[in-house]
């Protein structure tokens, strides 16, 4: 990678991002890709021991209910051997929700609170303790912190002349964020079409060489600059791990 890389926010949001890296290869945005999907440790509950479940639902789903609730991981507080216990006391009539998960650490808390686990009907009672532990996207997908993240080239948008008179106009379509005239243009501006951005013109569409555009949405265990940063240090202690192996 080039050390005179840019990053440049287009969107930006704790949970949400839309930014453009330039100064990168293809090799090095896929790699920053999948270790934000795979590699990036993140608390989920793993073992549950129920005191007592009266409801219409299995022991079992129940847990796997509580396994894909995303819980919040601050960044260097916890280590692969660490075990956070969370309980849960709800009686019917009732929905038992995320929000009623009571942690035993402060730091470590649903990240929604409104994600439904199971409707009590009356007489009905849902009492568990459940264990969450440190694991990456690569052990199974409840440590996946990195819910949708995406990449694809930056595409630069030129006029390159007059269109013929006499030709029909057909729609051309460009999806995303696009740069015309040195600026950044979200193409919903003009609904995807660039004829409507440049009526009676012939355009040209390129892709920009070392530019990418990242869409990287997270699950609320952490920020979206939690995961890039995180994802990055990843990359960086691994190849210095291939490095001092390589000098053996």
């Known amino acids: 990678m080039d050390e005179d890389y840019e990053v440049e926010f287009v969107e930006r949001g704790d949970r949400k991002a839309l930014f453009l890296v330039r100064g990168v290869t293809p090799a090095f945005a896929n790699g920053i890709r999948r270790t934000m999907i795979a590699d990036v440790p993140t608390l989920a509950i793993d073992e549950v021991r129920v005191i007592e479940n009266s409801s219409v639902m299995f022991d079992e ?19 692969e051997d660490d075990v956070v216990t969370l309980s849960i006391d709800v009686a019917g009539p009732a929905t038992a929700y995320s929000g009623d998960l009571v942690s035993a650490d402060d730091m470590v808390q ?25 694991e990456t996207g690569k052990a199974h997908a409840k440590h996946q912190g990195g819910v949708s993240v995406g990449y694809r080239h930056l595409q630069r948008v030129e006029v390159v002349g007059d269109a013929d008179e006499f030709e029909e106009s057909e729609p051309n379509i460009v999806r995303g964020v696009v740069e015309i005239d ?5 193409t919903a501006e003009f609904d995807n079409d660039l004829t409507q ?12 060489e070392k530019a990418f555009v990242f869409h990287v949405e997270t699950d609320g265990s952490m920020t979206v600059e939690e995961l890039v940063n995180r994802a990055t240090d990843s990359i960086e202690s691994r190849a210095l791990e291939l490095e001092d192996a390589v000098s053996l």
């Open 61 to 79: 789903q129940i847990a796997l209910r509580l396994g894909l609730v995303p819980l919040t991981t601050p960044p260097a507080e916890f280590d």
């Open 110 to 134: 649903p990240a929604d609170q409104n994600v439904p686990i199971i409707e009590l009907k009356d007489g009905q009672r849902l009492e568990l303790e459940a264990d969450a532990v440190l």
């Open 182 to 186: 040195g600026e950044l243009v979200d």
């Open 197 to 208: 951005k440049f009526p009676g013109k012939e355009v040209a569409v390129h892709d920009v």
